[in-house]
């Protein structure tokens, strides 16, 4: 089964310094994967959906997917305090139609104003 | 943007104790999904289902039961909770021809 893992495990920034989150997977031809964000104590947020190598803009957030490294990449432009949350990548299910996401465990990142 | 509604919000059970857990979505969604959040485990799929009275096992089935009534409702129920279901849990939704899973708040269950 697909395997997902997120480093760093935590990461603290200041205010405006861009984050960068990191997401690799074991399978390589998955051909969806997305970002989530989930604050303290709530539910989870979609910010990036990406199906295919490259880059995807969504706002603030930047989703960089290279398959052939088994890496797709997190990068939050000018963070801000209510940012910190924890974030967390999910590959799709490779076959068939079934929308089974596989999570990672996240990365919490804490903004410093 | 999708609205997907869980009851309770939290809950309290005892060990041996029959837990219910509700979902309800009102966008018309084909796919409906229950997922468990764990500190070192992420988030596992237990259930989903993608037509009304009709569920399938995800990657962590045993000691739940899943049951799709309707299109808009999804309940989670565990017949006889215990210890180790401790944990929080997600509902989320999806539509058939798009690939982004909608999610609930959550509800928090303790079992003791």
């Known amino acids: 089964q697909q395997k997902v893992q997120q480093s760093p495990e935590s990461l603290t920034v200041s205010e405006g310094a861009m984050a960068s989150l990191n997401c690799t997977f074991s399978d390589r031809s998955s051909d969806n994967f997305r970002w989530y964000r989930q604050h303290s104590g709530k539910g989870l947020e979609v910010l990036v959906s990406i199906f295919s190598d490259g880059e995807k803009e969504e706002g603030s957030f930047t989703a960089h997917l290279n398959r052939a490294s088994l890496h797709v990449f997190l990068h939050i432009r000018e963070p801000q305090p209510s940012d910190s949350a924890l974030y967390l990548c999910?590959?799709?299910?490779?076959?068939?139609?079934?929308?089974?996401?596989?999570f990672g465990l996240g990365t919490t990142l804490q903004v410093q104003p | 943007e999708a609205a997907v509604t869980q009851s309770p919000r939290s809950k309290v059970a005892v060990t041996g104790g029959k837990v219910t857990l509700s979902c309800h979505q009102t966008?018309?969604?084909?796919?409906m999904y229950w997922y468990r959040q764990d500190t070192g485990h992420g988030l596992r799929l237990i259930h989903y289902?993608?037509?009304?009275?009709?569920?399938e096992k995800g990657d962590i089935p045993d000691g739940y039961k899943a049951s799709r009534p309707s299109q808009e409702n999804f309940s989670l129920i565990l017949e006889l909770a215990s210890l180790s279901q401790t944990a929080v849990y997600f509902c989320?939704?999806?539509?058939?021809?798009?690939?982004?899973?909608?999610f609930g708040s959550g509800t928090r269950l303790t079992v003791l």
């Open positions: 999910a590959v799709g299910e490779i076959t068939g139609n079934t929308g089974k996401l596989i």
């Open positions: 289902s993608y037509v009304a009275d009709s569920t």
């Open positions: 966008n018309n969604h084909d796919y």
């Open positions: 989320a939704s999806r539509d058939s021809s798009a690939e982004t899973l909608y």
